[in-house]
């Protein structure tokens, strides 16, 4: 296939950077009965439904659902989006939004939008930040997408509680149905009762709902991520045909065939046996830099665990960093060659980007220059990817590698899912509970008591 990712593990090998930081042939022989055995947990998790991110590309009704109100919903023209939501509410729609739209899409006119709406995804309550984007996105020409699983995130419903304010001082009541969407979890089936029910009820919202099954960080291919997508005019069959090609490729238990498989094997046993307590994304693309951040609490929120599977109390977790190259070449690699030697690194590449950067035969009479001249910056992209991957090896940094021949729907759908499962994987070697994440339900939960919830 064309667009196939592939992933190269060769530099966090003994063989490249010595055994004292590398894995050896011997510690990966020895982790495959492990991961023989969560392939056949996972696989049966999977098959009775306990856990659902795998088959969310499949759910056709879903998906048809999306596409039909997306449909719908553009025909009212509006100017905006914006999702309210935190944390997996808001992270996947961001990654792909970032990497599948213009890096100043919202800065384009609206033709140049090719008619869609700009995006504003509203992931925090920094009061500044929320005031500006209402003044920028008056109600009359936005939509709000309000997205919370649990559907009582104060955050969230702090937000969503002043937009319904404004709709109904500005377009009355009854416009509310014209402007928000819901997306939370389903009703009944001993699901957790979501706020977000009755305020559709009582509004006549269009509602989508994240299956129980489902965590936030895992729900991007859900309505949580695809129904902006689809309002984005992203390619909602590309994106599952990514899912499918990468599910496919997943199905072995085998380290030598299962990608996601083998990146977890030497993340795991790089942080478990060589002490790379951190393990850092660094995309050689803007349009993945939020893929980065996406992953970041994909792998801290599945992995940073105080008990195991077996309830005794193991602290488990690798610190996900994210950087961005060339950016933070001048920023992050000295740390990273010449620091503590406690990181894995993880280089994102885009092997062909969509344009090429020429650099002209300027500056003729700077000599020193003459290296740039007639050259590219897609060349010099590729030559600091080489440099620092190069220098990382001298320094004996393990680097773990993901190329992506393109960047677009079908490679981005490939990476994320790859990262799912790569982190499901993870969290059986971890031995913890990967899709909960009580940490951050603790939280929660005392911020609301502070603000008076329940007196
Ligand atoms: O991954 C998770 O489950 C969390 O990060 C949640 O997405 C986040 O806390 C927001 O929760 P909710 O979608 O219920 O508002």
């Known amino acids: 296939m064309d667009f196939e990712i592939r992933i190269d593990v060769s530099r966090a090998k003994s063989a490249a950077v010595g055994a ?3 894995i050896t042939p011997a510690e990966l022989r020895a982790i495959e009965r492990r991961i023989a055995a969560a392939h056949e947990d996972l696989r049966r998790e999977r098959a009775e ?20 109100t997306a449909r719908t919903f553009s025909e009212f ?27 100043y899409y919202n800065m384009m006119s609206r033709r140049g939008r090719k008619g869609c709406p700009r995006l504003f995804v509203m992931d925090n309550i920094d009061p500044v930040t929320f005031c500006d984007m209402m003044r920028l996105c008056p109600p009359r020409k936005t ?23 404004a709709i109904e001082k500005k377009l009355g009541t ?31 919202l269009k509602s989508f709902t994240v299956p129980l099954n489902v965590g936030g960080r895992f729900s991007v291919f859900s309505p949580v991520g695809m129904f902006p997508a689809a309002m984005l005019g992203m390619d909602l069959d590309a994106l599952v045909a990514g899912c499918r090609a990468m599910d496919a490729r997943c199905s072995s238990p085998s380290l030598a065939e299962n990608p996601a498989y083998l990146r977890a094997a030497v993340q795991y046993l790089a942080h478990t046996e060589k002490g790379k307590v951190m393990s850092v994304m660094m995309p050689y693309a803007d349009g993945l830099r939020d ?50 030697n406690d990181k894995i ?8 980007f969509d344009r090429t950067a020429r650099i002209p035969e300027a500056l003729p009479g700077i000599a020193p220059l003459g290296y740039l001249r007639g050259s590219t910056m897609n060349k010099l992209m590729a030559a600091e990817l080489r440099g620092t991957m190069d220098a990382l090896k001298l320094s004996r940094r393990p680097v773990s590698r993901i190329v992506l021949p393109r960047l677009n729907a079908h490679t981005l759908a490939q990476l994320l899912y790859l990262l799912e499962v790569e982190t499901a994987m993870a969290g059986r070697l971890y031995n913890v509970q990967t899709f909960d994440q009580p940490g951050v339900e603790e939280g929660k939960r005392i911020a609301k008591a502070l603000m008076g919830a329940g007196a």
């Open 20 to 22: 004292e930081h590398g």
């Open 49 to 68: 439904g306990v856990y659902g991110f795998w088959d969310l590309y499949k759910d056709e009704a879903a998906l048809s659902d999306v596409k039909a």
């Open 77 to 103: 023209g509006y100017d905006n989006l914006v999702i309210l939501g935190i944390g997996g509410s808001a992270l996947g729609t961001t990654a792909l939004a970032t990497a599948l739209k213009p890096k």
């Open 143 to 165: 939509l709000y997408n309000v997205i919370s699983k649990s559907g009582g995130t104060a955050e969230t419903m702090s937000q969503l509680m002043i937009i319904v304010g």
């Open 174 to 204: 009854e416009a509310l149905a014209d402007h928000v969407v819901v997306t939370t979890n389903p009703r009944g089936n001993g699901a957790p009762p979501s706020l977000l029910h009755p305020v559709a009820d009582t509004y006549q």
């Open 291 to 340: 893929v980065a951040d996406w992953y970041r609490q994909l792998w801290a929120e599945s992995l940073g665990k105080r008990l195991s599977l077996d309830g005794d109390e193991v602290f488990a977790g690798q610190t996900p960093v994210k950087a961005l190259g060339a950016t933070d070449q001048h920023s992050q690699i000295q740390l990273y060659r010449e620091g503590p």
């Open 345 to 352: 690194i993880n280089i994102l590449e885009v092997r062909r």
